[in-house]
C-alpha cells in the first residue's frame, strides 16, 4: 500500500555550509520548527537559524528586541524580560548548546563571537534583593507570567566585541564589556571589563596572558 514520508522545505541556509553536520534526523526537524517559531518573535536574518536545542523567548513580542545576524547559530536559549531586554547579535556567531543569554537591559555581541555550551551572560539580577519584592515577583511568574513593570531587579548593559571567545560553563555579569578577541576561559566568573586581546581566567577572572592581535579585518571578508 502507499505511505507517507514527511519532508521538509527545502532551505539551503540550513542544508548547506560549515554547521550542516549539526542537523541529522529529528534535529533537523526540530531545527527547522525551531527557527521558524523564532523568525514569529525576533528578527533573524534570512540565513541565521536555531538548531534542535535553541530556544527563543521574546517575551514581550517585540521582534526588534532580539535580533540575529547573518550566518550565526543559536543552540541555546535568547530571553527577553517582560518589562525591557534588548539582546543584538552580530554576523557569524555561535551559541552552544545549553547557553543562556538573557536581557533586562541590553546585551550586544559583535561578530565572529563565539560562545561555547553552558555558558552564562546575563545583564541582570533576574530577582530583587528585597525579600518581599523578590516573592512578588516569584509568584507573579509561577501564577501570570513576568511582570510587565520592572519588579526592582539590578541591571546594566553587557558587551562582547567581535571575535571573543566565551569558553564552556563561563558566566559573563552585567555591566561588563569583553574586548575584541578576548578569551574566557572554561568555568570563569567575570565581573569587570575583559581587556582586548586577552586570556582570562577564573572566579573571580583574572589576566592570565596578553594575545596578539588578530588579522586585519580584510583578510576575512567572505570567509
Known amino acids: 500500500g502507499a505511505t507517507c514520508e514527511f519532508r521538509l522545505p527545502e532551505d539551503k541556509h540550513m542544508t548547506r555550509g560549515p554547521f550542516t553536520l549539526l542537523l541529522k534526523g529529528k534535529g533537523r526537524v526540530a531545527s527547522f520548527f525551531n527557527t521558524r517559531a523564532a ?6 536574518a534570512p540565513d541565521a537559524w536555531l538548531t534542535g536545542t535553541g530556544h527563543i523567548d521574546n517575551i514581550r513580542r517585540d521582534r526588534n528586541a532580539i535580533q540575529v545576524g547573518s550566518k550565526s ?12 531586554g534588548k539582546i543584538t547579535i552580530g554576523d557569524w556567531v555561535f551559541i552552544g548548546e545549553g547557553s543562556r543569554v538573557w536581557s533586562a537591559s541590553v546585551v550586544s555581541i559583535g561578530d565572529r563571537v563565539l560562545i561555547s555550551h553552558h555558558a552564562n551572560i546575563i545583564d541582570t539580577s533576574s530577582h530583587p534583593i528585597d525579600v518581599h519584592a523578590r516573592f ?9 507570567g513576568h511582570p510587565v513593570s520592572d519588579p526592582g531587579l539590578d541591571s546594566a548593559p553587557i558587551t562582547i566585541c567581535d571575535d571573543a571567545w566565551i569558553s564552556f560553563g563561563a558566566s559573563v555579569l552585567k555591566g561588563v564589556t569583553i574586548g575584541e578577541g578576548a578569551i574566557v576561559g572554561a568555568c570563569s566568573v567575570v565581573t569587570k571589563d575583559v581587556a582586548p586581546w586577552t586570556v ?21 571578508a567572505g570567509s
Do not use: M, W, Y
Open 39 to 44: 523568525r514569529e518573535c525576533s528578527s533573524l
Open 73 to 84: 547559530v543559536i543552540s541555546g536559549h535568547l530571553q527577553t524580560f517582560a518589562h525591557a
Open 136 to 144: 512578588v515577583q516569584t509568584k507573579a511568574i509561577l501564577t501570570s
Open 200 to 220: 582570562v581566567a577564573g572566579n573571580p577572572a583574572r589576566l592570565i596572558r596578553q594575545l596578539e592581535p588578530g588579522a586585519p579585518r580584510d583578510d576575512l
